[in-house]
Every structure is written in structure tokens, then in C-alpha cells.
């Protein structure tokens, strides 16, 4: 996304407990705030937040949006998704605000091109480069005791191993 569309910089923002999610499905949130970090250490484009992280839990997108703009006025914030978050769109709390209020940009995924508010106005289907790689893959290729060293940085893996997050790797 930082390369393939006119956004300046992307954050990623690590969230304590997605609300659509079950609670428990992830490690803890400062181990992956750890390692998003490690991922993204020499990249000028990325940066990584903590901002939900010092909000009320469960985490609403829009009230991280809401607070980033407050917080940070000089900056333009948006959105960005997979085509499989948008059809699950109309879930979120106060939707309708974030398509009112912020531009989307939507990765496209195999099987998820029909999302409902794909042509909405404040919607952009991104022309990025599709790949089959996602932290689901990685976690199931980590279980079985797969080689993930060509899709994660040897920084990440090291930091997974030495906590023994998944499992011994090797």
C-alpha cells in the first residue's frame, strides 16, 4: 500500500482485541506490537502504532480514527482493509461514519471482489500486487513446523523463537 497508492505513509496499528474476533486467538499484544516493529525497522513508509493499545477495549476503528484525528489534525488518516473486511463492513460499529468520514483503501483477495460497498465513493480498490500470504498462513506454516524464513524477517523470526511464540521453529 505504501508503494502502490498516493498515501504518503502507512501505520500499522496494533490492536489489543479485535471486537469480531474471539478473545484468546492471539499472542500477546506486546509481543506482536514487538515484532510489527522489528518488521518494519528500515522502512521509510511504515510506522507502527501503539495508539489502541491506550484506548478502551474492545478496539472500534472508528474511535481509533476519531482519536488519531484529534490527536494528529495535520495528518489525512484513512483506512485500509482486505476485500474480505469490507464485505464484513456493515458489522462494524458506526460504519456508515467511517465511509462518511475517511477514504478506503481495500487490498484485493481472491473470492471477496463482489463486497458490497466496493463501489462506494470513499472506497478505492487498490491495483496492488496480490499475494497469497497472510499472519493466518504464517502462524499454520509456524504450527507445522513449515520454513517461513522467506516471508518474515530473520528480526521477526528470531524474536518469535527466542519467546517460543508458535512453538520451536526449527
Given at each position: 500500500?505504501?508503494?502502490y497508492?498516493?498515501?504518503d505513509?502507512?501505520?500499522l496499528?496494533?490492536?489489543?482485541?479485535?471486537?469480531?474476533?474471539k478473545?484468546g486467538d492471539?499472542?500477546?499484544?506486546?509481543d506482536?506490537?514487538?515484532?510489527?516493529?522489528l518488521?518494519?525497522?528500515?522502512?521509510?513508509?511504515?510506522?507502527?502504532s501503539?495508539v489502541e493499545?491506550?484506548?478502551?477495549q474492545p478496539?472500534?476503528?472508528?474511535?481509533?480514527?476519531?482519536h488519531?484525528?484529534?490527536?494528529?489534525?495535520?495528518?489525512?488518516?484513512a483506512?485500509?482493509?482486505?476485500?474480505?473486511?469490507?464485505?464484513?463492513?456493515?458489522?462494524?460499529?458506526?460504519?456508515?461514519?467511517?465511509?462518511?468520514?475517511?477514504?478506503i483503501?481495500v487490498?484485493?483477495?481472491?473470492?471477496?471482489?463482489?463486497?458490497?460497498?466496493?463501489?462506494?465513493k470513499?472506497?478505492t480498490?487498490?491495483?496492488?500486487?496480490?499475494?497469497?500470504?497472510?499472519?493466518t498462513f504464517?502462524?499454520?506454516?509456524?504450527?507445522?513446523?513449515k520454513?517461513?524464513?522467506?516471508?518474515?524477517?530473520?528480526?521477526?523470526?528470531?524474536?518469535?523463537?527466542?519467546?517460543?511464540l508458535?512453538?520451536?521453529?526449527?
Amino acid at each position: 500500500m505504501a508503494n502502490y497508492t498516493d498515501l504518503d505513509k502507512v501505520w500499522l496499528v496494533v490492536s489489543p482485541q479485535n471486537p469480531l474476533k474471539k478473545y484468546g486467538d492471539l499472542i500477546n499484544t506486546y509481543d506482536r506490537l514487538e515484532m510489527a516493529k522489528l518488521a518494519t525497522d528500515n522502512s521509510k513508509n511504515l510506522a507502527v502504532s501503539d495508539v489502541e493499545l491506550k484506548l478502551p477495549q474492545p478496539s472500534y476503528t472508528i474511535d481509533t480514527l476519531v482519536h488519531l484525528n484529534e490527536k494528529y489534525p495535520e495528518h489525512d488518516f484513512a483506512l485500509i482493509m482486505g476485500s474480505d473486511n469490507l464485505v464484513s463492513l456493515p458489522k462494524w460499529k458506526n460504519f456508515k461514519l467511517i465511509l462518511r468520514d475517511y477514504r478506503i483503501y481495500v487490498y484485493p483477495r481472491p473470492g471477496y471482489e463482489n463486497a458490497e460497498y466496493a463501489s462506494h465513493k470513499s472506497v478505492t480498490i487498490t491495483m496492488t500486487p496480490q499475494m497469497e500470504l497472510s499472519a493466518t498462513f504464517i502462524r499454520k506454516s509456524l504450527a507445522e513446523k513449515k520454513d517461513v524464513r522467506y516471508f518474515v524477517p530473520d528480526s521477526v523470526l528470531e524474536f518469535i523463537e527466542s519467546k517460543n511464540l508458535y512453538g520451536k521453529i526449527k
